[in-house]
């Protein structure tokens, strides 16, 4: 990837300083300096592109303080790219070096280097946490007071571990899956659907239900059971060579002209995804693919209403609530990469209300960040949790006993505030759940009844 400096200058060039992204910018809100808004921050790009300013210290502080939640790109009236300038700007801070540290080295090479560069590795790390949980030595440790003998970082993101679920996405989902009923075409639609990393681990349940609706919707659904990471982790933290090596991986996995869709259900992974004809753009062996790749990437809400996903005739009847007149009250928090980041907005709430029994209730800045971002709540802990805590009060003033969302790091974020909040204002939602999951919830019913 190129540098601040050498990347195409009309790109630094494209802010024309109005404003209007301020409000919407969780950094620029918390703190109201010029330095932490859109703004201030392309301009420090700007003076370093120009050579007026080196990378320092400070510069790299002020990147990884930005959420690269992309609010501002949905409030920017010049079309300002600020993916593209945020990325550029962290890779340049990584080459600098500027943040390194002997301890930040070695977490950044465990984590972007050696587990999520490794499919395998990465699931039986997985499934190591998954006999701590499930042995009772979890319980053991917290009980006995054990975890409080760990580092202080660790300490503190110990309560918030998700739990590892007992089977990963190819224990429950075959590589090709045909539908029972085809419907329409003489051909069924063939699709390959994206597990993910974190996604496998403790949601593969939400790649179950990604392929049910796909294969309740006449799809022919592939899903090879060992898959790279996308590289999300890596472009939105400064590794751009480690980006690109796992889009190749993905583009020699999945062959993107064979398919009519590629599926991804995680909107941070979703939004990098997209982009990789961009990523690989420079690279003669694998730019047309990456550009047919990109053509065919959609996040599945966005897919079901765009091939007419059928209604289900039933409700979902397994949330164990019903408290409005309709049946079940439903809130949408929607993550930052899927809607400001794929402009993925209105397609998951006609999921939504496309389901008996559940009425959808707006919340108040369901487009604000959740404090997640990527590794954001490990990195800044008390902005994080300051937003986390900005979003559970708009999401329990709402009544609604389950909070829908698209995005594995922002159902955790969630659900983590949900456990160990007072539940103040507004009633206490009861479950966070992906909208697919709803819908193969009520496609399950269907038949039942
Ligand atoms: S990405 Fe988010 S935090 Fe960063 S400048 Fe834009 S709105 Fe602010
Ligand atoms: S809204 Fe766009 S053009 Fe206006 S200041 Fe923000 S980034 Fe620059």
Known sequence: MKTLKEMDYSVLQQCMHCGMCLPTCPTYTETQEERNSPRGRISLMRAIA??????????????????????????????????????????DVEKAGVLASPKRDAIRWFALRLIFTRPRLLRFVGRLLWLWQVSGLQRFSRRTGLVKLLPGNLRRLEPQAPVIQAKFSHQLIAPVERPKIEIGAA????????????????????????????????CEVHTPPVQPCC???????????????????????????????????????????RHYDHLLAGDANYSARAAEWSRKLKDISEYLVEIGFRKPAAPEGEANVRNTNNGVAVTYHESCHLCHGQ??????????????????????EATWCCGSAGIYNITQPDTAGWLQQRKLG????????????????????????LAGGTGAVGATPTEVVHPVVLLARAYRAEQKG
């Open 343 to 364: 402009k993925v907005s209105k397609q998951p709430r006609e999921v939504l209300k496309a389901i008996p029994g559940m009425a959808l209730t707006e919340c108040a």
């Open 187 to 218: 051909n069924p639609r063939r699709v390959a659907v994206l597990t993910g990393c974190v996604q496998d681990l403790i949601f593969a349940d939400i790649n179950r239900a990604t392929v049910d609706v796909l294969l309740a919707n006449g």
């Open 50 to 91: 120009d050579g007026e300013l080196d990378v320092t210290k400070a510069f790299g502080e002020e990147m990884y303080y930005c959420l690269g939640c992309l609010a501002c790109t949905s409030a920017c009236p010049a079309g300002v790219n600020y993916a593209e300038l945020f990325e550029t700007a962290r890779a």
């Open 231 to 273: 590289g999300s982790l890596h472009a939105h933290n400064g590794d751009t060579a480690s980006a690109e090596e796992l889009a190749r991986r993905q583009l020699d996995l999945f062959d993107p002209f064979a398919f009519d869709a590629i599926i991804s259900n995680a909107g941070g992974c979703g939004s990098h995804l």
């Open 394 to 417: 708009h999401l329990r003033a709402t009544g609604a006993a389950v909070i829908a969302t698209a995005n594995p790091g922002c159902h955790l974020q969630i659900a983590n505030g």
